[in-house]
């Protein structure tokens, strides 16, 4: 059996506010279309319960952690891709909702086509967070996360 490294890595986007208006969510062969607007920064990021405590950068770390760790818990990598020696990093933008649901799952980049279902069930994986606040509300928070695969 071969070895593999999954290292999940969590970015923000470049801009300090994003909106969406039209984002398509590959679900198997079926393209579904949404609309949604959402931040990329706000005054409380999204949050595990198990990170409410602490300054907004300790919660922001332990949250990325977590995520990090339940992306690489639940990523299978198929083993037509293990046979091709498949390699790359995919990026994947998800949205955490006002309920603190992961949402609206989208590949930006593909690092090959293969790789694209189990990186979004992976992403699916993800438990509901505390959702992230901004001015005193609660809002849907944009996050953007590679998974890079290497042999």
């Known amino acids: 059996m071969q070895y593999f490294n999954l290292i999940v890595f969590s970015l923000f986007s470049i801009a300090v506010f994003s909106q969406s208006n039209s984002i398509a969510l590959p679900i198997d062969a ?3 279309e ?3 607007k959402a931040l990329v920064v706000v005054k409380s990021m999204p949050n595990f319960a198990e990170c409410k405590s602490g300054s907004n950068a300790q919660r922001y770390e332990c949250t990325r952690q977590l995520i990090n ?3 690489s818990q639940n990523f299978v990598i198929p083993q037509k891709a293990i046979k091709n020696k498949i390699t790359g990093t995919t990026y994947v933008r998800f949205i955490i909702n006002k309920k603190g649901a992961v949402t609206n799952i989208k590949i930006i980049k593909s690092a090959h086509k293969i790789l694209n279902s189990p990186s979004i069930k992976a992403v699916r994986a ?3 967070l505390i959702p992230g606040k901004h001015l005193g509300k609660e809002v849907p928070v944009i996050y953007t996360i590679p998974i890079k695969i290497s042999y």
């Open 34 to 36: 949404f609309k949604e």
């Open 69 to 71: 760790n339940y992306v």
């Open 126 to 128: 993800i438990p509901n």
């Open 30 to 32: 079926n393209i579904v």
